[in-house]
């Protein structure tokens, strides 16, 4: 055999030159064999060992979470590529609970949980497989924040979509197929509906009736709901719908409503809801007037005049002279004209033409609103104290009255008949309040008095402190605009007048005359809501009282009255002062005997004297609620029912044994709140 090798080189470079050949003719072999197809049989395999060999088929590079454990089944029929057997190996890692996330040079395998968290890449519409990838989707025509539910179900239970409201984009994470699933899915439904509003002029039927009727039928607010507003000056009806079919409908009950009364011509009755129908008939006769005077003085040819009729609840517009052609669209009045109440049922019977009518229900639909509701709290608070005292010393001698012979008697005399040292002798029962002490010698006989006391020394002392405290708190509820008035008190006759005859020596009084006077609390209001929400009340506040001492006078009893008149702004729920008083007065009343009462020492033995010092802390509050709803006066009464009756449990009557005392009336508990529609 021929030695291949030149030269005749040694047997260790001849076996280094054959390991190079081999190796020069398996590293191609090796880098082409895995790109050519072949058959996969990984049955019962190793997950590890399966990801390293698709690994070398593929010359991808896997980093393995070290919670991706277990055995992996993957059989193909046919020789596949590499690529293939990558994305069926991806498949089959996700049925065991793996995802695969792709990084730039590296390929993490890591449970499913934990693959949104990844760096994946954000992938472009083309991208396809069942590897875990981030994509931003534009929603066009719906609300993001909505689709949300409905797409969550068709999103893995570890995968996450969110929506952003400010752009109305949807962020998914998800595998690469199902993300672009989701995008066919999303084409479907993200297209225009023509939902867009539906503008429909009535001709024969008010818009704002129509629209009530509608949202009788219809829930309007929600997604899918139908909204409804009102045009009354065209009398037009604008529907909007995020469902065509809804829509549809709609506007095909608004069509079949839009028809003029069978029977009845241009008569139509229209119930209202919350205005008055009689003050509304009134309102409405004088607009028809004014138009008509205005229209009169404007066409030589017509002219028109508006007549109460009957009671006053009707009017009939009359045609003076013949109208050939008939009246232009925008004309208010037309010849025949007649607007009538009916208090019983509180509608309207009104006879006009399309056009008249048309401007006469838009003006009843702005008129015809539940007004709103004002709560007013007055808060008379009013603090006093008021100290007084009283010291004097007085003394008498009435000795000399016993004899016959020249005598001297004389003594001080201050105050009124409780303080008086002679009217305490002539009773001591006339002894004021307070500490008397008294020097007493016998009784004596007085010419003209009888027998009286011999009381030859009498000092008073007397400190008394009055403190009060008084919170009144009316309250009282009206409509927006009308006057209400509460009076909490008596009503007292006051003599007004008197007739006498004189019948020989007797006097005869055949009557009197009495005025009768609310006395006690009185609260007049006049609320008004401004459109900021401001109320402007007119109040008239009066507190009075019988002062004390003086009901049974022949001249009447005097009564002490603290009232106010005002007209004030107040925001919602605020608290405002109105007025007041503040007062401090000090009186001081003294009684002295000349030049010996102003002896030092000795002068408190020669005057009588009375100090007195009052403050009086006055001040009216005004709180206004607006009350627009059920809710608002619901939860006011609410409030108010539930101190009362804190207050009735807390003054219940103990229970004797034995009494077979009988249970103190009660209010009922309060029923709960009727629930909102």
């Not at 709290?377 to 007084?388: C, G, N, P, Y």
């Not at 029962?429 to 004596?444: C, D, K, M, Q």
């Not at 009282?476 to 009076?487: G, P, R």
Request: neutral net charge.
């Amino acid at each position: 055999m021929t030695d291949p090798l030149p030269f005749g080189q040694s047997k260790l470079a001849r076996a280094s030159f054959c390991f190079c050949l081999l190796l020069g003719l398996l590293v191609p072999l090796a880098n082409a064999a895995p790109r050519e197809p072949m058959v996969i049989d990984f049955a019962g395999a190793d997950i590890e060992s399966a990801i390293k060999a698709i690994g070398q088929m593929t010359g991808r590079n896997f980093v393995i979470d070290p919670r991706v454990k277990g055995t992996i089944n993957i059989v193909s029929g046919s020789p596949v590529t590499p690529e293939v057997a990558y994305q069926t190996l991806v498949a089959a890692l996700r049925l065991q609970g793996f995802a695969v996330v792709e990084g730039r040079n590296v390929t993490r395998v890591l449970p499913e949980a934990d693959a949104r968290m990844q760096s994946g890449p954000v992938s472009d519409p083309g991208s396809a497989g069942e590897q875990i990838i981030t994509r931003v989707f534009q929603v066009r025509h719906e609300s993001a924040p909505q689709l949300v539910n409905a797409l969550k179900p068709l999103i893995g239970a570890n995968q996450s979509i969110t929506a952003n409201a400010a752009s109305n984009t949807l962020l998914i994470s998800e595998s690469a197929d199902n993300l672009r699933r989701i995008e066919r899915i999303l084409a479907a439904i993200d297209v225009p509906q023509g939902n867009d509003p539906q503008v429909l002029t009535l001709r024969h039927v008010s818009a704002l009736e129509v629209a009530r009727s509608l949202q009788g039928l219809f829930s309007g607010g929600t997604a899918g709901g139908l909204n409804i507003t009102t045009d009354l000056r065209g009398n037009r009806l604008f529907l909007r719908a995020d469902n065509p079919g809804l829509l549809l409908r709609a506007a095909g009950i608004a069509a079949t409503m839009d028809k003029p009364e069978a029977g009845l011509g241009n008569i139509r009755v229209v119930h209202l809801r919350h205005a008055d129908a009689t003050r509304m008939a009134e309102m409405l006769r004088t607009l028809l007037g004014a138009e008509g005077n205005s229209q009169g003085n404007t066409n030589s040819n017509t002219g028109i005049s508006a007549s109460p009729g009957g009671n006053g609840t009707t009017t009939a517009v009359s045609e003076n002279k013949p109208v050939s052609s008939p009246p232009q669209a925008g004309n208010a009045l037309a010849t025949g004209s007649m607007i009538q109440a009916d208090a019983a049922s509180n509608s309207l019977i009104i006879t006009a033409p399309e056009g008249i009518f048309a401007n006469l229900q838009n003006v009843i639909g702005m008129l015809d609103r539940r007004r709103a509701q004002v709560h007013i709290e007055a808060l008379i608070v009013e603090l006093s104290a008021e100290r007084a005292a009283e010291f004097g010393i007085q003394w008498q001698d009435l000795s000399g009255l016993a004899s016959n012979k020249l005598s001297v008697i004389g003594g001080t005399n201050f105050g009124d008949n409780s303080q008086n040292i002679i009217s305490a002798a002539r009773n001591i029962g006339n002894t004021g309040r307070g500490l008397n002490f008294g020097l007493v010698n016998g009784t004596i006989n007085v010419p003209g008095l009888g027998t009286i006391t011999n009381l030859g020394l009498l000092a008073r002392f007397l400190e008394s402190e009055v403190n009060a405290n008084i919170l009144s708190t009316p309250s009282i509820m009206t409509l927006d605009n009308e006057e209400a008035k509460i009076v909490i008190g008596q009503n007292l006759p006051f003599v007004t007048g008197s007739y006498s005859t004189t019948s020989g020596n007797s006097s005869v009084t055949p009557f009197q005359t009495y005025e009768r006077r609310d006395v006690g609390l009185t609260l007049k209001v006049k609320p008004k809501i401004t459109e900021g929400g401001v109320v402007h009340i007119q109040i008239y506040q009066e507190a009075s009282s019988v002062q004390s001492g003086t009901a049974g006078s022949a001249a009447g009893p005097v009564t002490n009255k603290r009232s106010l008149e005002s007209s004030v702004l107040v925001d919602d729920g605020r608290l405002i002062v109105l007025g007041g008083l503040i007062e401090d007065s000090l009186g001081n009343d003294e009684e002295k005997v000349p030049l010996l009462g102003d002896v030092p020492v000795l002068r408190n033995f020669f005057r009588y004297e009375n100090r007195n010092r009052k403050k009086t802390n006055l001040m009216i509050f005004l709180r206004p609620t607006i009350v627009r709803d059920e809710r608002d006066y619901e939860s006011l009464t609410e409030d108010r029912y539930s101190q009362l009756l804190d207050a009735q449990k807390r003054h219940q009557a103990k229970r004797v044994p034995g009494w077979g005392d009988a249970d103190a009336p009660r209010l009922p508990d309060l029923p709960p709140a009727r629930s909102q529609p």
